[in-house]
């Protein structure tokens, strides 16, 4: 079922189109160690959505059939699925790179010790999330202790090479603002952030991501409960930066849930809105059957958020 909120009942957003696929944005399901503020899936502990190893097959079958680049697996935490190694593996055999966008704490949880080197044995280039340099505001965005154990996981990943100078392995940090505004110019923060961990911690990491915060799922209740929903909108329309149009992550991607249903992005996943022009849902056996995916993408308001400001993508800022 669509959401229901006021920013998807039309779109004065520009049109977009989908040029030649090269990523496959998986998300593995909405089970996840932490329940983060700023989460747009409203993942958590309790969560029982999990894709099984018959979609991932389907996924796997998809990427060599259309000579897809990358697989960019998320979640929940998508580590906590139980086919995770297999696809990994698979993919790697297959010689497609994998991303792995993971919230750190995962690596420092019980059963998962063996995280660190799998990932750098298969040279899975890490995205973590690490939404500010200080404990304080970590803690409070992402839960009691969670910087802490982050720090360890960093540490973790860097003993195994990941981070480091002259190392194949890619390790980036992902910050989100703690409320409802713009990320600051992700150079300049990327400086702050590289100087304050090397510095207090010995941490070493290759870029950082700024990623605006979408007003959908946990973050948009958030928005709403405060009472800020449509100023905040408002930022991202007044916002919007039309040299970031041609660089956003959905001309050259596709998001997959947790069933196999497929979608022009992630965001419009947890909205549950259909491809552009399609009346339902479209799965991914109907792509492999040979039913491409339409080239003109779905939009909305939310799409502000990928273009306010700086720009915002899951490669981090786009201008």
């Given at each position: 079922?669509i959401?229901t ?19 496959l ?59 995770f ?9 297959l ?29 899975v280039?890490v995205?973590a999330s ?7 505001n ?18 973790r990943?860097n003993a ?42 010995k ?12 007003p ?37 991607t ?5 069933q ?18 399609q ?35 899951c ?5």
């Amino acid at each position: 079922m669509i959401e229901t909120l006021p920013y998807l009942e039309n779109s004065s957003f520009p049109d977009l189109s989908r040029r030649a696929l090269e990523t496959l944005q998986l998300n593995l399901g909405y089970l996840c160690n932490l329940s983060c503020l700023h989460c747009h899936v409203n993942a958590g502990p309790t969560r029982k959505e999990l894709m099984s190893k018959e979609t991932i097959d389907q996924v796997l079958t998809l990427a060599k059939k259309t000579g897809v680049k990358t697989l960019d697996l998320t979640g929940g935490a998508p580590e906590m699925n139980p086919h995770f190694q297999y696809l990994v593996q698979k993919a790697t055999q297959l010689k497609i790179k994998v991303i792995d966008r993971c919230n750190l704490v995962i690596l420092e949880a019980s059963g998962y010790d063996y995280l660190a080197e799998f990932l750098a044995e298969h040279k899975v280039t890490v995205v973590a999330s690490l939404p500010c340099y200080l404990a304080e505001n970590v803690d409070k965005q992402r839960g009691n202790g969670v910087f802490e154990q982050s720090l360890a996981a960093l540490t973790r990943l860097n003993a195994v090479g990941y981070g480091k100078k002259d190392s194949q392995l890619t390790l980036d940090l992902v910050f989100n603002p703690q409320g409802a505004t713009l990320p600051p110019p992700q150079k300049t923060l990327e400086a702050s952030y590289k100087t304050h961990l090397k510095h207090h911690y010995k941490i070493d990491f290759n870029h950082l991501y700024t990623i605006t915060n979408m007003p959908i799922k946990r973050f948009g209740s958030t928005l709403i409960s405060q009472g800020n929903f449509d100023e905040y909108m408002q930022l991202l329309v007044d916002s919007y930066n039309p040299e970031t149009l041609a660089q956003v992550m959905c001309i050259n991607t596709i998001s997959v849930d947790w069933q196999g249903f497929v979608y022009d992005c992630d965001f419009n996943q947890m909205l549950g809105l259909p491809l552009a022009n399609q009346p339902h849902k479209t799965h991914l056996n109907d792509l492999i059957d040979g039913h491409l995916a339409p080239t003109n993408i779905a939009t909305r308001q939310h799409c502000y958020g990928c273009t306010a400001g700086q720009g915002s993508s899951c490669g981090g800022a786009l201008s």
